[in-house]
């Protein structure tokens, strides 16, 4: 094969790919084109034994493709599996006091639970006033996500 008036042989792009893909997964966070490495190996193998080209790129996808499906869910729960749960956890469930007006439209309001002060959003869009105790659903990020205790209460009867 001749680019730019330069001769290559198979074996060659099939290495300069490798380099290229493996270059990337270097300088991403997250596995992108490791698979693709691993394919075009297989590629270059097949390019050494004079394999056609059309056997070669068959080869390539193939390996990428099975590469990635065998790999993707392994890599997936080793790499995502960084959530920590905290002790932050066991408020849910629990009563607070609303120390201020809670209102979602505006993004305010706190409540106090355990000795210590939290932001607090309403589950649904309705204001909830200072001073109504409230059950904490969710957190979301450092946010505690209540609802007036006495909606659960009637829910649970």
Request: one cysteine or more; hydrophobic letters at 55%.
């Amino acid at each position: 094969m001749v680019i730019a008036g330069i001769p290559f042989t198979m074996p060659a792009i099939w290495i300069g790919l490798i380099v290229i893909f493996l270059i990337i997964e270097g300088l991403t966070a997250g596995l992108v084109t490791i698979w693709f490495a691993v394919g075009a190996l297989a590629a270059l193998i097949a390019a050494m034994f004079h394999a056609p080209l059309w056997l070669q790129l068959v080869w390539f996808f193939a390996v990428s493709i099975a590469a990635f499906a065998v790999t993707r869910p392994l890599v997936k729960k080793y790499i995502n599996s960084r959530t920590q749960p905290t002790n932050a956890d066991m408020l849910i469930g629990q009563e607070c006091l609303v120390t201020e007006d809670i209102d979602n439209l505006t993004g305010r309001g706190a409540v106090a639970i355990g000795g210590k002060v939290w932001t607090a959003r309403a589950d649904s869009d309705v204001p909830i006033p200072a001073g109504t105790a409230a059950t904490v659903l969710r957190i979301e990020g450092v946010k505690l996500i209540v609802t007036p205790a006495c909606v659960t209460a009637g829910a649970k009867e």
